[in-house]
Structures are given as structure tokens and as C-alpha cells.
């Protein structure tokens, strides 16, 4: 069964231009579920990497787009 943090890494309610940032995190979570057994360090390690993906999605709130 997978963690239910998972479905925070979604990238389709996200603009366009900001795929590209979020999709590595979206897929890194996904592999350390896979791969990692369930505990509170593995909780830990998906919730940073949750806070790291907001932070760079932020980020990128600020480069300039097409159009």
C-alpha cells in the first residue's frame, strides 16, 4: 500500500511551466516508497522531501514564463 503523502507530490493541479519542477520530486517520492520499509524514518524522508518540493515549486513561481 502506498504512503498516503504520495498524493501531495501530484503535478496536474500545478501550471504548465511548473511540471518541470515538480515532476523529479513527484518520482523520487514514488521510488523511495517503493523501496524503503514503512517506519518513522521513512515518514521523515517523505515529508522533507514534500517541504523541498514546496519550496522549489516557489522558486520557480518566479521565472519568467513564455506568452
Partial sequence: ??????????VDHLPAHLHAT???????AHQL????????????ALRKLL??????VRA???LPTEG
Fill in 22 to 28: 515538480a515532476a523529479p520530486f513527484r518520482e523520487l
Fill in 60 to 62: 520557480a513561481l518566479d
Fill in 33 to 44: 516508497d517503493d523501496r524503503l520499509p514503512h517506519g518513522a524514518e521513512k515518514s521523515v
Fill in 51 to 56: 517541504e523541498s518540493k514546496d519550496a522549489a
Fill in 1 to 10: 500500500m502506498s504512503s498516503p503523502i504520495l498524493r501531495y507530490f501530484a
